[in-house]
């Protein structure tokens, strides 16, 4: 019985993380469906709002990294819950901020506890559950954020629409009280240097940082072509603007589809999984240059490269855990910090080559950089075969113990 009590707690603590993880990415992303609404109501332009996003991100990628050390003493219940207290609190101000400036402010309080929460959510998760499930409790993290972009983001869109973009604020800052208190009530009070998840269970410096730089790549990779998808639909493939948020829901839903697929592979073989997901997504990417005028054959690439850059993410997560050189914690805000580079110069990228070369050139890029992070992978796994994991047996005193047992099963 107590065992079934600690299961069930470890699951719950593990839906309440993935609820962060798609509270963070709904409120990150939603100002870009809520751009032209905002900017009437706050009387700014539209490019002013678009700063939301952007600063947003910036603070993400420079904050990650120095705060984690930071707080490296406060044990993960501690601090999960005041950054989710603070995401709502600061959530709560962007609803009922009258001016432009405040709801900036607001917004970059938001950031600094987006920065800390995606680096220790992913070790404050695989310590609930057994070693050998890590790769798939991750990918249930990691689905929170695909299903924000799948549905979240579309809904709060939806209902901005509908009632004004504070109501969609204001919906995402009641979400967060509740995940805020699934996650006090369930999570563990365990402290960050303690259990197996807390250091890389094969550390290696030379793979940690080829990590990053693939993380820079595929991820600069994935936004240089979806940033402008919308462009490439209605010009290349010849779709209506109407159509493009059925395509956008598509590939929302692929990506959904992309965790499940990963999970179930991820701890057998998770560099094969890591040189699966980039080359399919550089294969997507190519297909679309090559083929994107054809509608139908256009959608069913769109939704792969999202399938891919899903389960790729999540394949990330976990070899960050195994490979991390000291902390996870600060081994995953680094990985944060290079997502984060990697959405902006992707973003940045395809902008330059978009008025002089076409929106055809976007989908170039973004496969050329997918073929140059499968190139690190594979060269470098030619060079040193993959290192294997420690015995189950030398860890079996540093498995998770976080409810009094050897560890959960999912």
Do not use: C
Request: zero cysteines.
């Amino acid at each position: 019985m107590a065992g079934r009590t600690r299961r069930r707690r470890a699951v719950g603590a593990l839906i309440g993380l993935s609820g962060g993880t798609f509270l963070y990415t709904t409120a990150e992303a939603l100002p870009i469906g809520l751009l032209l609404p905002m900017a009437v109501d706050l009387t700014v332009s539209p490019s002013q709002v678009g700063l939301l996003v952007t600063a947003y991100g910036a603070v993400v990628t420079v904050a990650s990294v120095p705060l984690t050390a930071m707080v490296r003493k406060v044990p993960r219940r501690r601090l999960l819950s005041a950054l989710l207290a603070g995401f709502v609190v600061s959530t709560a101000i962007t609803v009922f901020a009258s001016t432009f400036t405040l709801i900036l402010a607001a917004r970059m309080a938001t950031a600094v506890t987006h920065a800390l929460f995606w680096a220790v959510v992913v070790p404050a998760a695989a310590e609930l559950f057994r070693p050998g499930l890590r790769g798939r409790v991750i990918a249930v993290v990691f689905a929170g954020g695909n299903v924000a972009l799948a549905l979240g983001v579309p809904a709060g869109t939806w209902l901005g629409e509908r009632a004004g973009w504070r109501a969609s604020f204001l919906a995402v800052a009641a979400l967060g009280a509740i995940v805020l208190a699934v996650v006090a009530s369930l999570l563990p009070s365990t402290r960050p240097d303690q259990g197996h998840a807390a250091r890389g269970a094969t550390p290696d410096a030379r793979r940690f940082w080829l990590l990053v730089a693939v993380a820079v790549l595929a991820t600069a990779g994935a936004i240089a072509a979806y940033t402008y998808v919308a462009l490439f639909v209605t010009k290349v493939s010849g779709f209506s603007a109407s159509s493009v948020g059925a395509i956008l829901l598509v590939r929302g839903v692929a990506s959904v589809l992309g965790i499940l697929a990963i999970a179930a592979v991820v701890d057998r073989s998770p560099w094969l999984a890591l040189v699966a997901t980039v080359a399919l997504q550089s294969v997507a990417l190519l297909g679309l240059y090559a083929l994107g005028q054809r509608p139908t054959v256009a959608v069913g690439l769109i939704a792969l490269a999202g399938l891919a850059f899903a389960a790729f993410t999540a394949a990330l997560g976990g070899l960050v855990l195994q490979v991390a050189p000291g902390r996870s914690d600060l081994a995953a805000a680094t990985v944060s910090a290079a997502v984060n580079v990697g959405i902006t110069g992707g973003a940045l990228v395809g902008g330059l080559a978009l008025p002089s070369h076409g929106v055809h050139s976007t989908v170039l890029i973004g496969a050329l950089l997918g073929v140059v992070a499968l190139m690190m992978v594979l060269g470098e796994r030619l060079i040193r075969p993959a290192a294997s994991p420690r015995p189950r047996a030398a860890r079996s005193r540093t498995a998770t113990q976080a409810y009094g047992g050897s560890g959960q099963s999912a």
